[in-house]
Each structure stands twice: as structure tokens, then as C-alpha cells.
């Protein structure tokens, strides 16, 4: 069993930047590849990254490619999302969640049901 606990959301203007944070309990976090996803209102859960075990290979969703960067840190079995040049798209509800498996395989990184654990989500508010 794994538990996630997501921090780092907030309220920033057009622009600015935040990095999330995702806090994996247990000693084999190493073994599962993570992924980030978000909610906005009315809305569809959406991917949005994702990165293997070891770091080597990570996933953008086509509108945060460029301006969001996802990294881990196995020693501290955290994972992070840098956040950089924020628009009022990018308001949502943030979640990160673990595959139960080191790295994923074809394009199944961005489908929901390949993750098996969920964080609460952490709320991120973009002004214009």
C-alpha cells in the first residue's frame, strides 16, 4: 500500500510559477513510476506528466510541455512538478499518483487506470 500527499498549490498570477510536491509513504518507491494529473471545474480528469523509476524517461502532456518539468527524488521518495509561466488553463485541482510498476509501457502513462494510488489533490489558482 502506498499513501500520497500532495503540497505546494496555491494562488499565483498569470505567469508565476509553483513547484508541487508528492510525498510517497513506504520503502519501495523506487519500484513505482508516477505521474501528475489534474481537474479543472467541469471537467475531465487530465494527464498531465509523468516519470519512470529512475528518472531517465519522462512524460508532458502537450499543453505544459515546455513549461513544466517533472523530477523525483527517490532518497526522499518524492516526486515533483516544476510549474513555470502559469496560465488560467493551468487552474485545477492537482494529483499525483503511483503505477505499480517501474517505468510504463507504449503511451500508457497518460491512461488513469494505469496508476494504482491516488493523493488527495492539491488545489492551484491561476489569476489573469
Known amino acids: 500500500q502506498v499513501q500520497l500527499v500532495e503540497s505546494g498549490g496555491g494562488l499565483v498570477q498569470a505567469g508565476g510559477s509553483l513547484r508541487l510536491s508528492c510525498v510517497a509513504s513506504g520503502r519501495t518507491f523506487n519500484r513505482y513510476a508516477m505521474g501528475w494529473f489534474r481537474q479543472a471545474p467541469g471537467r475531465e480528469r487530465e494527464f498531465v506528466a509523468a516519470i519512470s523509476w529512475s528518472g531517465d524517461n519522462t512524460y508532458y502532456a502537450d499543453s505544459v510541455k515546455g513549461r513544466f518539468t517533472i523530477s523525483r527524488d527517490n532518497a526522499k521518495n518524492t516526486v515533483y512538478l516544476q510549474m513555470n509561466t502559469l496560465k488560467p488553463e493551468d487552474t485545477a485541482i492537482y494529483y499525483c499518483?503511483?503505477?505499480?510498476?517501474?517505468?510504463?509501457?507504449?503511451?500508457?502513462?497518460?491512461?488513469?487506470?494505469?496508476?494504482?494510488?491516488w493523493g488527495q489533490g492539491t488545489q492551484v489558482t491561476i489569476s489573469s
Open positions: 499518483a503511483a503505477a505499480s510498476r517501474p517505468f510504463f509501457s507504449g503511451s500508457s502513462y497518460f491512461r488513469s487506470r494505469e496508476y494504482n494510488y
